[in-house]
C-alpha cells in the first residue's frame, strides 16, 4: 500500500491527500477513480478543489479490518500513472 | 440561483448539497461541474459520495460579494436537467 495512505481508528478508516499540477491531472484522476468506483462497487469519501483530491475509505461497519474489495481498490487506486499524483511533482 | 444555496459569512461562501438516486447520475453530474469548471475557470472544493455531492463556492479573498464568474458558474450548475439532482428523487 502507497506509504501516503493514514490508517485511522474510531471509525476505521484509510485517508490519502494528492496533490497535482492542474485541474486537467486532478480531473483525470477523479475519472479513473470514478471508473474504478463502479468497477469495484467501493465508493470512497473524496473531497477536491483544483490542485488536490482526498480520500477517506471507510471499513464497513463494525469490521477490524478493510474487505478485499477495499484492498483491492487501494492497490488499484496506487497504480495509477505516477504523474498524475504528487509524486512527479513533490 | 437555486434555493438550496446556503450563502454564509466568514469566509464569505455559497454552499450547496445534491443528492442522487445512484453513483451513475452522481458522476454525471460530477462530469458536467467539471467541464462547468474548466470553461468558467471556477473551482469550488466538492465532496462526494455514492449518492451525494456537497458543492462549496469561496468568494475571492477580501471581496464582499461572488465575482460575475462565479456567478455564471452557480447559475449554468442550476442549470443542469433536474433528474440530474434530487428534485426527480425527493
Given at each position: 500500500m502507497h506509504p501516503d495512505w493514514t490508517r485511522r481508528e474510531r471509525p476505521l478508516r484509510l485517508e490519502r491527500r494528492l496533490a497535482f499540477p492542474d485541474y486537467e491531472a486532478t480531473r483525470r484522476f477523479l475519472e479513473q477513480a470514478g471508473a474504478l468506483s463502479e468497477q469495484e462497487g467501493v465508493y470512497p469519501d473524496i473531497s477536491f478543489g483544483r490542485t488536490y483530491v482526498n480520500i477517506t475509505l471507510h471499513a464497513d461497519d463494525n469490521a477490524t479490518e478493510l474487505s478485499d474489495e477495499q484492498r483491492r481498490f487501494v492497490d488499484a487506486l496506487d497504480a495509477?500513472?505516477?504523474?498524475?499524483?504528487n509524486e512527479a511533482h513533490p
Open positions: 495509477f500513472q505516477p504523474t498524475d499524483t
